[in-house]
């Protein structure tokens, strides 16, 4: 085989790779993809976009798998993960769960963050609705099966309680939060992310 011809099958070769066989990049170069929207520490600024600092390892890296699916529907992070290789989802999970939480950003409405507690701490007796400390914890750092919401902003979570409450998010095991939010109104949703966005660690 001559030099050409040699040259000619290599360039076919590379043409013909499928994209699941394009080279994985450096997590440093990913991570400056995601720090245009949930900042590189995970402290995300930007109320639309959840904070993903100190969160577990494994919701973060399932969340990725279940925007790919499409049981959690968002038309941004389908768009990012439609970019990765799903090797790269635990990589990614692990450095966001490694942050320090920040603190949250409070209430902008004092009064309605008061009406939050009591759903956060009681629930909604009158409508069956659970106490979110009862899987949450009472400062909302989870565990390993329910997601830390500590601080987390009220802009994100007032959306995913509507996206349970409309099905947009299936991704709930046994649909437990889609039942919870189903049973909330607009105002009791806005209530809760007020306290919510609130909340601070306790101290162990
Ligand atoms: C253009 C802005 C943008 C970029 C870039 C972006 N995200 Fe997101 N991310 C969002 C938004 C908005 C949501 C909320 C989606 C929803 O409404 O469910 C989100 C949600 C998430 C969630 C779910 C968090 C939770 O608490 O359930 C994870 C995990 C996540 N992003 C990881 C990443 C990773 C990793 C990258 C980089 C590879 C990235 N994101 C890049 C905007 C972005
Ligand atoms: C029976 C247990 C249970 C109760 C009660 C409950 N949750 Fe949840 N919640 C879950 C589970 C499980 C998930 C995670 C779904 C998943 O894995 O994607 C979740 C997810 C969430 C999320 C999404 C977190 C993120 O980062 O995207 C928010 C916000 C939330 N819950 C708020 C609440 C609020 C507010 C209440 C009270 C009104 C509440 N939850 C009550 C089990 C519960």
């Known amino acids: 085989m001559t030099f050409s011809h040699h040259c000619a099958a290599l360039l076919l070769a590379a043409t013909v790779l499928p994209v699941h066989a394009q ?6 170069e990913r991570l400056q993809v995601c720090a245009a929207c949930h900042n590189a520490d995970g402290n995300s ?18 969340q990725l798998a279940d925007f790919k699916s499409g049981s959690r529907q968002s038309p941004i992070m389908a768009g990012i993960v439609a970019g990765l290789h799903e090797q790269e989802f635990k990589p990614l999970a692990a450095h966001f769960s490694k942050q320090k939480p920040a603190p949250g950003a409070g209430a902008a409405d004092a009064k309605l963050a008061l009406l939050g507690k009591e759903i ?25 099966k329910y997601p830390r919401i500590t601080g987390q902003h009220t802009a994100y979570v007032v959306q995913q309680l509507t996206n349970f409450k409309n099905g947009l998010r299936a991704n709930d095991g046994k649909a437990v939060m889609q039942a919870v939010a189903k049973r909330m109104n607009e105002r009791e949703i806005h209530a809760v992310a007020e306290y919510v966005a609130t909340l601070k660690e306790s101290e162990e």
């Not at 080279?23 to 440093?28: F, G, I, N, R, T």
């Open 23 to 28: 080279e994985v990049p450096p997590l440093a």
């Open 45 to 62: 600024t930007i109320a639309e976009n959840p904070r993903l600092a100190g969160l577990d390892a494994g919701y973060l890296a399932r």
């Open 120 to 144: 956060f701490d009681e629930g909604i007796v009158g409508n069956a609705v659970p106490a979110c400390s009862g899987c949450h914890n009472e400062d909302g750092s989870g565990t390993d």
